[in-house]
């Protein structure tokens, strides 16, 4: 079992920055990739940004150049700096961790709102 905290979504206007957390906790020594997805209204879930043990990244072409991803294997905290907020990137942002095993657990999500 792994249990995910998020935390730092809120309201922000366009052009601004904010930063997710997402603490992991329980059988964390078997994780392989720690990553982030979102949920728009209306919209399936999609990816945003992925990150290995190793450290090797994955962005969302709507991701590149704006959001970075970032892991503290320490802490086992994942983190996603989101830069240049558009309204679009308005929705509800989930930590994903996925197993060697290839279990996936998600965390409870964090509402990110942009405004314009």
């Known amino acids: 079992q792994v249990q995910l905290v998020e935390s730092g979504g809120g309201l922000v206007q366009a052009g601004g920055s904010l930063r997710l957390s997402c603490a992991a906790s329980?059988?964390?020594?078997?994780?392989?990739?720690m990553g982030w997805f979102r949920q728009a209204p209306g919209k399936e879930r999609e990816l945003v940004s992925t990150i290995t043990s190793g450290g090797v990244t994955n962005y969302a072409d709507s991701a590149k150049g704006r959001f970075t991803i970032s892991r503290d294997n320490a802490r086992n905290t994942v983190y996603l700096q989101m830069n240049s907020l558009k309204p679009e990137d308005t929705a509800v942002y989930y930590c994903?961790?996925?197993?060697?095993?290839?279990?996936?657990?998600w965390g409870q999500g964090t509402q990110v709102t942009v405004s314009s």
């Open positions: 329980g059988n964390i020594f078997s994780i392989r990739t």
């Open positions: 994903r961790v996925l197993l060697m095993s290839s279990y996936i657990y």
